[in-house]
Every structure is written in structure tokens, then in C-alpha cells.
């Protein structure tokens, strides 16, 4: 079955800095990947959509790649503030006809001032 | 405001008794699901919705029931909970399949005893 996995539970990065969370998966031919914040006690807030013909996609300060080779998607968060500080989920699905989409465990990400 | 609503937002109950966790939404979404959220294994489908009275299992449907007779609503059956049912419950909605961007609820904390 499908392994996802996040690069670390926790990260933590100076203000100002670029925080770079990983998502690596195998056993997967993901069509396209979605990226999530989740602050604690809420539920998850849709970021952005990449697909598998897409490198690169951004959002204001938020770049995600997807690397169809690598098996692997970074999530950049670039000038970062303390109020970036939240929980970063990836999740995969593909173009079966399923509508299952399958998530990471999460990276914990702390923007120290 | 456009928004996915559950309740409750807390649930203590014990094994055996029947429990249902509402789920509507105010968008119009045809898509709808429901996952479950544990430490260490991310958030997992338990079941979706493409429509009204069109429903089918996601990745862990066992001991869960649900019905779609509304567009707005999604409610998650339990007939019998379990203690391995204790968990953090999350509805989503979205305008059509989970590609699309998906709109998270608030979560619903369950706890069997």
C-alpha cells in the first residue's frame, strides 16, 4: 500500500527565514498532491493544489514543487513569520475514478521571532 | 459565511451506543467525506459522497455508516462504537471529487469508553 511520509514531526526556523517541509511517497502514482495548514483544535485549511504535469505552482509567499521522479514534493514558505507557525499536512490522490486521498502525518512547524 | 458545520464538537458515549455526528455545509458542494484523525497515522477516509444517495467506503469504512438525503448534509453513523473508535473526526465538502479544493470542518473530538 501507499507510504507517505513528512520529513520531521517538528521543524523549527528563525523569522525571516524559508522553511522547507518535505512529503515523500512510494508505492504511489499520485495524479496530483494537495498541501494543508492545520492549526491546533481546527480543521485543515486547503493551501495549494499541484498535478503531476506541473513542477512548480506558488501562492503569494508559498511555492510547492513536485518531483514525479524523486517521489517527492517540497513546500517552501518563504519570508516566514511567527504566524506561519501551524502544522503543514500533504496529501495524494490520483486519477483511478477513486476519491480517496491519502495524507502525511504532518510536519509541525515553529517560527521562532 | 461559507462554512462545513459539525455536531458535536464533543462526544464522551460508551460501547454500544448508537451515536450520529452531523455534517452540513453551506456551499452547495456535491462532494462530501468524512475522515478520521490519529496520533501517528495522519488523517484517514472513512467514507465519501459524490452526491445525494451516492456514497461509498474510503480507506477505513469498518463500523461506520453514512447517508447523503440532503445536498447539505453528511451525517456519520456509529452503530456500535467501539474504543477503537475514539478519535478526532473531520467532514470536508468540496464542489466536485477530492481533486477540488476540500473545505474542512471544525472536527468533532470522540471518545469511547
Known amino acids: 500500500s501507499q507510504k507517505i511520509e513528512q520529513n520531521s514531526e517538528a521543524l523549527n526556523i528563525q523569522e525571516g527565514k524559508t522553511a522547507t517541509l518535505t512529503c515523500n511517497y512510494t508505492?504511489?502514482?499520485?495524479?496530483?498532491l494537495q498541501w494543508y495548514r492545520q492549526d491546533p483544535g481546527r480543521g485543515p485549511v486547503f493551501l495549494l493544489l499541484?498535478?503531476?504535469?506541473?513542477k512548480e505552482k506558488r501562492k503569494e509567499r508559498l511555492k510547492v514543487t513536485f518531483d514525479t521522479t524523486l517521489k517527492q514534493s517540497l513546500f517552501h514558505i518563504t519570508a516566514s513569520q511567527p504566524a506561519d507557525s501551524a502544522t503543514y499536512l500533504c496529501?495524494?490522490?490520483?486519477?483511478?475514478?477513486?476519491?480517496?486521498?491519502?495524507f502525511g502525518t504532518g510536519t509541525r512547524l515553529t517560527v521562532i521571532p | 459565511e461559507a462554512q462545513v458545520t459539525q455536531n458535536p464538537r464533543y462526544l464522551i458515549t460508551v460501547t454500544g451506543k448508537k451515536l450520529t455526528v452531523t455534517c452540513s455545509q453551506n456551499?452547495?458542494?456535491?462532494?462530501m467525506s468524512w475522515y478520521r484523525q490519529d496520533p501517528g497515522l495522519g488523517l484517514r477516509q472513512i467514507y465519501y459522497?459524490?452526491?445525494?444517495?451516492?456514497?461509498d467506503k474510503g480507506d477505513v469504512p469498518e463500523g461506520y455508516k453514512v447517508s447523503r438525503k440532503e445536498k447539505r448534509n453528511f451525517p456519520l453513523i456509529l452503530e456500535s462504537p467501539s474504543p477503537n473508535q475514539t478519535s478526532l473526526y473531520f467532514c470536508?465538502?468540496?464542489?466536485?471529487?477530492?481533486?477540488?479544493?476540500?473545505?474542512f470542518g471544525p472536527g468533532t473530538r470522540l471518545l469511547v469508553l
Open positions: 470536508a465538502s468540496g464542489l466536485n471529487r477530492v481533486q477540488e479544493t476540500q473545505y
Open positions: 456551499m452547495n458542494h456535491e462532494y
Open positions: 459522497s459524490m452526491n445525494v444517495e451516492v456514497t
Open positions: 508505492n504511489y502514482s499520485p495524479a496530483y
Open positions: 499541484i498535478r503531476e504535469n506541473e
Open positions: 496529501a495524494l490522490g490520483d486519477q483511478t475514478g477513486a476519491n480517496n486521498l491519502f
